[in-house]
């Protein structure tokens, strides 16, 4: 597929499905592209499908499938749109392109050749305990000991995260965040190259009461 050029060729590309739930379209909203006038339209089309088919059908589906509706904030960049967004240090939050690459620019493979894609999501069903318990670690950890992920980053408002998916077999899962964990009383990360720092049964007593309180029962 050609990058589009037209109103039809454009609507050609958000029609295509990228899971049970999820199309092109639902990831090519962008604040930056709509207040800059900077078209958010991958240049290589078949390279970000492809990304965002691993993105929605390794993660998005089943997270989607065992909370309910998950919300997209943002999701894919074009690469002009993500250097505006980085540049006057970092006005609108992006990384540069080389470090978005396989991240938020789907259509650009990551040093090794290989394709990613991030989506920064909102799962309403973690939002009553996070509201309550200032805690977003449940979602954090359930993410870790279920699906393939590769990066994960947490930010304050409304418990929003990246959620990274990556075709890479050497990449290793981090968890970072922006947000004061209240079990440690710190930003420290919960996971680093790979290496969790809390054990199985302890991830466990922090996910189980979020689950319990979704149905009032004993999560399976």
């Known amino acids: ?5 037209t109103v039809q060729a ?3 590309l958000g029609r295509v499905r990228l899971s049970k739930h999820f199309f092109m379209r639902d990831f090519l909203y962008s604040e930056i592209s709509q207040i800059e006038g900077i078209p958010n339209i991958p240049d290589y089309p078949d390279r970000a499908i492809e990304a965002g088919r691993g993105l929605c059908e390794q993660l998005l589906e089943p997270l989607q ?7 997209i904030r943002s999701a894919y960049r074009a690469p002009a749109v993500n250097a505006k967004g980085a540049e006057n240090n970092n006005q609108y939050s992006c990384a540069a392109n080389e470090k978005n690459y396989a991240e938020h620019i789907w259509d650009y493979p990551d040093t090794k050749g290989h394709l990613g894609a991030t989506a920064c999501i909102v799962v309403p069903a973690l939002l009553p305990w996070y509201e309550e318990h200032k805690d977003w670690t449940p979602l ?10 590769a990066s994960q980053f947490w930010f304050p408002r409304l ?6 998916w990556s075709a890479n077999p ?6 970072s965040t922006y947000v004061t964990n ?3 009383g710190n930003k420290k990360a919960l996971v680093k190259d790979g290496l969790a720092f809390m054990g199985l049964e302890a991830r466990k007593s922090v996910v189980e009461p979020w689950l319990a309180s979704l149905t009032g029962e004993r999560p399976l």
């Open 1 to 5: 597929m050609k990058k589009p050029a």
């Open 10 to 12: 454009l609507e050609d």
């Open 65 to 71: 499938e065992r909370f309910g509706r998950i919300v």
């Open 140 to 149: 954090a950890w359930w993410i870790h000991d279920n699906l393939p992920y």
């Open 159 to 164: 418990a929003a995260f990246n959620l990274r």
């Open 170 to 175: 050497d990449v290793l899962p981090s968890i």
């Open 182 to 184: 209240p079990h440690t």
